[in-house]
């Protein structure tokens, strides 16, 4: 007789399609990558955005009990007119940036800003048979309208702190891009230099406040 032990996939869930309150919880700094683009290879400093949607929950974990949904998107680190971080930020925000104040802009302060998520499905690629959630669009919360309180901490990973506890708390997907970045690899081998092309626009810190959010 024979007791076999297998490997549970577990089941995938995903938020349904829709309007979403949401406020953004999470700044991952993946580092500077390879990507390809139109089959061009670009080498490109990355950043993964997350956001708890706090008013939509389930049981992931039954030790946990019900956790809200959260979803995240990837960025380009360029505050170029033409780049989606730009873009979604100025959509967000509900105006535009001069081009003074795109000079210099400091992520970490969209980190608990609460805003409105419009979630899209998409069948994934890289899993077949699986959806991929998408955020379309990022805008501002309504007139009256508010976000409940924050569920999750506050998680940031960068270069300058290196916190191994919360990278090995990433997924094996999120790791593993971080893992091929020109950072990681400098971070395990200090010593080593590497020529790259960054791809991006330079990154700096905007200390501007407007309309009610602070960005």
Known sequence: MSIYAEKSEGE???????????????????GTIK????????????????????????????????????VSK???????????????????????????????????????????????????QL??????TIISSISPLMKGQTCPDQINPTKVLSYDNFNWDLFNSLSDYTKDLIKSSVEFQMMQEPSLVRDHETGNDE??????HSDGLPF
Not at 59 to 67: I, M, N, S, T, W
Request: proline residues 6%.
């Open 203 to 208: 990154i700096n810190d905007y200390d501007g």
């Open 127 to 132: 899993n077949p048979g699986r959806t991929m």
């Open 35 to 70: 990507e390809k683009f139109q089959d061009q290879e670009k080498t490109l400093q990355k950043v993964m955005i997350r956001w708890e949607l706090p008013t939509e929950k389930t049981v992931f974990d039954p030790v946990k009990g019900e956790e809200p949904f959260s």
């Open 12 to 30: 995938y869930k995903t938020v349904n399609p829709g309007m979403y309150v949401a406020r953004c919880i999470s700044m991952i700094e993946i």
């Open 74 to 124: 990837k960025y380009t680190l360029s505050m170029h007119e033409k780049s989606t971080l730009r873009k979604d930020l100025e959509s967000w925000r509900g105006r535009g940036f001069t081009e003074a104040e795109a000079q210099k802009f400091d992520i970490t302060k969209l980190l608990g800003v609460p805003c409105n998520l419009n979630i899209i499905h998409k069948p994934s």
